[in-house]
């Protein structure tokens, strides 16, 4: 999310002080109920409070291996920079942290397995209705006086388990302590408040029932959940499909099967989220209307033109120029899938694409479907392929 604050006024809240009086509260904490209130009527699943004092918790986890967690300690981007928000922001004084549902309604079938469903519906860019509540909770602050700002720098995970709204699972997300059904399904947003309130209980420990026998590391296929709440970023699909190498490395690619961009693996196997996977919801008509965008085939061939216009708003973790990406993690997920109906596509791909990362994973994806017409291209294509291609295409000509 953007950086998004409320200017604070001169005045201190007195509306919000006038409400909770004629509402009955007699305290402080009554401004607290009041901003959970009108959380919940915006419609934001939950909502809870907790200080700026640093995150002893996360600080240590994070330092403990470096080597799996340096590229969050940057000039550019630090959550060990965030995980003392009252620091970064001396004006501060407590946190609030929302939590939004992000599975509230059916997403096409076709899509399950490509995409992580909560990028799916991420409209913070092309500012939809999520987004509005959001931007509703803020004005009302502001009419209030309070001064909220949202900092991405912030972990959001562990600001919810000190706000009491989630506790862990054993995958490292956390899972909402009183809605959703106590699902994972959600997305945590801190805000910083310049007033002073009462934190709410914390919820840290990880409430995994006796019997889930290790589910989610046994459904991660990279091996990136290598202990109940120790997490390898670097080799987490998730990770490898918008921040990893220009091309994925070899041993991943297969286990990555077909996602795209985000992975949910974890998350499906886990029996704290079966209940609300059973709920009966409505279809998202918007995500339907949308879907044909996101096919692999047309990912794989899409023009920047296309790319910036239907795929970066919705998908913004790669930049804008990393159409390359997109199309390379497209070859991949059609080589795993195996139809040879798409071999027209992959051949395409590595004849005409101007990036060499998606020629050497079309030549990839070729070799793992075999057959005829794809050996011949494939040794055609060799001679006019430099060496990164070329080894690819060697490579698939073994598996042909």
Known sequence: MEQITTPRANMQYPVLIARFFERGYTSPMGVKELLREKALELGFASAGF????PMPVYLDEI?????????????????????????????????????????????????????????????????????AKFKALL????????????????????????????????????YCTDAIKG????ESIPLLLDIDLDPDEPSL???????????CLEACPTGALYEP?????????????????????????????????????????CPRNRPWMSTELPVDQDLESRADDYRLP?????????????????????????????????????????????????????????????????AWSLGRIGGRSTRSLLEKRLGAEGEIVAAEIRSALEET
């Not at 309604?105 to 987004?131: N, T």
């Open 50 to 53: 907790t200080s700026v004092e």
């Open 63 to 131: 330092a403990s291996r470096p080597e799996m967690y340096s590229w969050v300690n940057s000039d550019y981007f630090s959550t060990v920079r965030g995980a003392s928000p009252g620091v970064k922001h001396p004006w501060a004084r407590s946190l609030m942290v929302l939590v939004r549902n992000y599975y509230q309604r059916l997403f096409p079938q076709d899509l399950i397995g490509l995409y992580g469903r909560c990028y799916l519906v991420d409209e913070r860019k092309v500012r939809g209705a999520e987004f």
């Open 139 to 174: 004005d009302f602050m502001r009419r209030e006086s309070i001064r909220a700002q949202f900092d991405e720098e912030v972990p959001a995970r562990m600001a919810a388990a000190m706000a009491g709204v989630s506790s862990y699972g054993k995958s490292c997300f956390v």
């Open 183 to 186: 699902s994972s399904w959600l």
């Open 205 to 215: 420990e990880v409430r995994c029932p006796s019997d889930c026998d290790n589910r």
């Open 229 to 269: 709440l120790k997490m390898n970023p670097l080799r987490c699909i998730a990770f490898h499909s918008y921040y990893g190498e220009d091309i994925t490395p070899r041993e991943l690619r297969e286990p990555m099967g077909t996602w795209v961009y985000g992975c949910d693996l974890c998350q499906e196997a």
């Open 298 to 362: 047309v990912l794989l061939c899409m023009g920047q033109e296309f790319y910036q216009e239907r795929i970066w708003p919705r998908f913004f973790y790669m930049s804008r120029s990393r159409v390359d990406r997109w199309q390379m993690n497209a070859a991949r997920a059609l080589g795993n899938l195996g139809d040879p109906s798409f071999i027209p596509d992959l051949e395409r791909s590595l004849s005409e694409s101007p990036y060499a990362n998606v020629r050497a994973m079309s």
